[in-house]
């Protein structure tokens, strides 16, 4: 999250009440999980959302986004510092949703199979690599 700016948000603004933050629990660095961090399911979902409503270059966007998780390690993440590009949380079982989401879109012909092609090339790259 940001301010207008663009600046990130102090860390109290994302306490309230009672509650305090995992930004607040931590050593929570800008650009790392809350604070900036680029989230797979919600950057996916809007991009889906793009697609959906014919916006040029969304597909283009949503093969280059999730290929960025696969690349750092073969899998997704939970979120990846958007300030060092390290990922946090591999195989966060939501994001599958993204993928399930896709599937249909793919099924009902509302999308092509370029998606699952590209991760999978950059997954059977990453076998022989290792």
Known sequence: M???DGSYLKPAAYDWNAYISQVNKGDM???QYQRGGSWTLYDMLFLIDTYLYGINGAEAEIIWCCS????IGATSYECINTK???PWKPNMGWNAAIYSFWKQLVNEKKADD???KSINKIIQLKCIQS
């Open 68 to 71: 960025l998780d696969y690349k």
């Open 114 to 116: 370029k998606l699952f």
């Open 84 to 86: 060092t590009g390290d």
């Open 2 to 4: 940001a301010s207008a």
């Open 29 to 31: 660095q800008d650009g």
